[in-house]
C-alpha cells in the first residue's frame, strides 16, 4: 500500500517537473521580452520626467519675470497717471479699473483729470477759457463757486463739476457738451459720475475686495526694483565698455606676437589640442550619463522580472510550505532571467565602452571610410570640370609625348 502510494506520488512529481520543463522556454522568452519592455519604459520615462521637469523650471522662470515686469510698468504707471490727477496711487488705481468698464484705458482717464484741472485754473487765473459758461450759467443755480475747486484735485474737481451739472437739470445733449468742454471723452464717465460717483465707488469696493489695487508699499518696491535694474544695466554697459578698453591692447598684442615669430604657431596649435580633448571629455560626460540611465533602467527592469518569475504561481493565501515549493520551482527560471539581464548590462556597458573607445579616436588623423568616399568623388568632378571645354584634339596632344630634341 505504501508503494503504491510512493509510486503514485513519483509519476506525479515527474509528471510536474515536466510540464515545468515544457514551459520553461516560453517562461524564460516571455521573462526576457518583459525585461526590455520595463527597461525601455523605465529609461524613456526618466528622460520625459527630465525634460519635463526641465520645460517646466523654464516656463516657471519666464512666467514669473514676465509677471514682475507687468508689475514693474504697471506700478511706473499708476504713479506717473496719480501725479498728474493729483491724487493717491490706490486711488487712481481704483479709478482706472472703474473707468475701464465703461470703454475708457488709464491713460485716457489722466488726460481727462489733467485737462480738468487746466481748465479750472485756467479761470481761476484770467476768469475765461472753457469753464466760463459754466461758472456763469450753471454755478449760480446750484450754489457753486470758482473757489471751491481751487484746492481739488482731477477726480474731485470732475464730481464736482458734474455733481453741478446733474443738479441743474440740464438735457442729456446739454451735459454732454459741458463734459466734453472741459476734457475730451469725459461724457464716457457719465454712468459713473452719476449721482455722486457711485459707479466709482462700486468699482472701488469690488477692486478692492479682489485685491487688484496694489498699496503704496508694494508700487515702492517695484519702483525702488526698476531702479536697481536700471543701475544694474548701466553697470553692465560700464562694464562691457571697461573691459573693451583692456582687452583691445591684449588683443593687438597678441595679433602682434602671432606673427612675430614660429613658437607662436606652436602655443596655438597647444591651444587647439586642449581644446579638442575639453570637447571629448564633454561628449564622453554625455555618453556616461546615457549609459548610467539606460544601466539603470535595464537593472530594474531584471530585478522586476525577475521577482515575477520566482513569485510565479504564488498565493498570498498559501501555507509557508507550499510557498517555498512553489518558489524553489521557479528558481532556476528566476535564475536564467537574472543571467539573461546581467547579460543584456554587460552588453550595453560594451557597446557604451566602444563609443567612449570612438570618441577617443576623433581627430587621431585616421579619415573615415565615408569621408574618405567623398573626397574621392569631389576629386573627380574637379577633374571633370578642368576638362571640360576642351576638344578631343587638345586632349590628345597633352597626352602625345613629347619629341626628342634633334641634334644640330
Partial sequence: MATNSLGRLTLDLAVRLSEFTDGLTQAEREARDSTGRISETVTKNMGRAALAFGAMAATGAAAIGVMVREQIELGTEITRLSRIANTGVEDMQKLAIAARSVGVEQDTLGDIYKDTQDKIGDFLSSGGGAMADYFENIAPLVGQTAEQFRELSGPDALQLYYDGLQQANISQSEMVFYLEGIASDASALIPLLHDAGAGFDVWATAAQNAGAVMDAETIRATQELEAATDLMMISYDGAKKQFTRAIIPVLSDVAGKLVENGNAADFAREAGESLAIGLKGVAKVGVGAAAVFDTVGSSIGGV????????????????????????????????????????????KIASYGDMMHEIDKIGSGNTNEFVSTVM??????????????????SIKLNKRPSKPEQKH
Fill in 304 to 347: 522586476a522580472a525577475t521577482i515575477a518569475t520566482l513569485m510565479d504561481g504564488v498565493d498570498l493565501w498559501d501555507g509557508g510550505i507550499a510557498i517555498a515549493i512553489k518558489m524553489a520551482r521557479n528558481l532556476k527560471a528566476a535564475g536564467d532571467i537574472n543571467q539573461i539581464v546581467d547579460q543584456d548590462i554587460r552588453a
Fill in 376 to 393: 574621392a568623388q569631389n576629386e573627380a568632378q574637379r577633374e571633370l570640370g578642368r576638362t571640360l571645354g576642351v576638344t578631343g584634339h
